[in-house]
């Protein structure tokens, strides 16, 4: 699933992500007894609730209008 690019950067899950964000992800995963996956899915959540508040995820879509594939 992950695949190293170069000494700038690694890919998770399709998305380039550098190294200093790779670190930081495997620190928190450490500390929580996480994996880095998991880190990365509560860092969207996260995101996403700051910026839309608890609306539902299907609901800002619609609002917004965007077509998603």
Do not use: C, P, W
């Amino acid at each position: 699933m992950r695949k190293k690019i170069s000494e700038s950067g690694v890919v998770v899950r399709g998305i380039s992500v550098d190294i200093d964000t790779e670190l930081m992800a495997k620190v928190l995963a450490h500390v929580k007894r996480s994996s880095k996956a998991q880190i990365y899915r509560e860092a969207v959540a996260k995101l996403f609730r700051e910026e839309f508040g608890n609306k539902n995820v299907k609901q800002v879509i619609k609002e917004l209008g965007i077509k998603i594939s």
